[in-house]
């Protein structure tokens, strides 16, 4: 079954510095991923959708990439400030049943 | 009101009680689901409804019956719960055909704890 590996240890950034979080997945490579943001006490929420045949997609100063060969996605934040400080989960969307499969998320800790 | 709220917001409740939860979307979408999320873990889909019919069921114990009455409200009805079923219950609402890839619209949760 397919799996989603996100680094489970917290990512500790320097405000001003690009923060950089890894979504990694086994077998299939899925039609879709997903990027959202969770903070304490709240439920996630939507950043950004890259679709299979996409390398990158951008958003203000988020980024993210997908790379179908490496079977993995990376969520670029440049110019990071202490409010990007968050969980950032990735999901990814399968063409079989168009479910959501998710990662467990990386907290990052955006220091002033 | 706006958006997904869930209420209540935090629940204790003993292993012989029974509650239930209640989500209300308030952005017109046709699927809504329901989620559990514990520490460390990824979300785990317990349950999907679109156009008011369950389209999904997670091999979820029958200690958590879900209800969703018409398009905007989402209810998840708990029985006899066990210690381990502590956890945070999200509901989320999407539009479109059921997951699809369309992003999912969530709510606060309900931070529940069984004693």
């Known amino acids: 079954s397919q799996k989603i590996e996100q680094n489970s240890e917290a990512l500790n950034i320097q405000e001003g510095k690009t923060a950089t979080l890894t979504c990694n997945y086994t077998?299939?490579?899925?039609?879709?991923l997903q990027w959202y943001r969770q903070d304490p006490g709240r439920g996630p929420v939507f950043l950004l959708l890259?679709?299979?045949n996409e390398k990158e997609k951008r958003k203000e100063r988020l980024k993210v990439t997908f790379d179908t060969t490496l079977k993995q996605s990376l969520f670029h934040i440049t110019a990071s400030q202490p409010a990007d400080s968050a969980t950032y989960l990735c999901?990814?969307?399968?063409?079989?049943?168009?479910?959501?499969?998710w990662g467990a998320g990386t907290k990052l800790i955006i220091k002033p | 009101e706006t958006g997904v709220t869930q209420t209540p917001r935090h629940l204790v409740m003993g292993m012989t009680n029974k509650k239930s939860l209640k989500c209300e979307q308030h952005l017109g979408h046709n699927a809504m689901y329901w989620y559990k999320q514990s520490a460390k873990k990824p979300l785990e889909l317990m349950f999907v409804?679109?156009?008011?019919?369950?389209?999904e069921n997670n091999s979820v114990p029958s200690r958590f019956s879900p209800e969703c009455p018409n398009s905007s409200h989402l209810f998840l009805h708990l029985h006899t719960l066990q210690p381990e079923d502590s956890a945070l219950y999200l509901c989320?609402?999407?539009?479109?055909?059921?997951?699809?890839?369309?992003?999912?619209?969530f709510g606060p949760g309900t931070r529940l704890t069984v004693l």
């Open positions: 890259i679709r299979e």
């Open positions: 077998n299939y490579s899925p039609a879709y």
């Open positions: 989320a609402s999407s539009q479109g055909e059921t997951g699809h890839h369309n992003e999912q619209f």
């Open positions: 409804y679109s156009l008011e019919e369950r389209v």
């Open positions: 999901a990814l969307i399968m063409d079989s049943n168009y479910q959501l499969i």
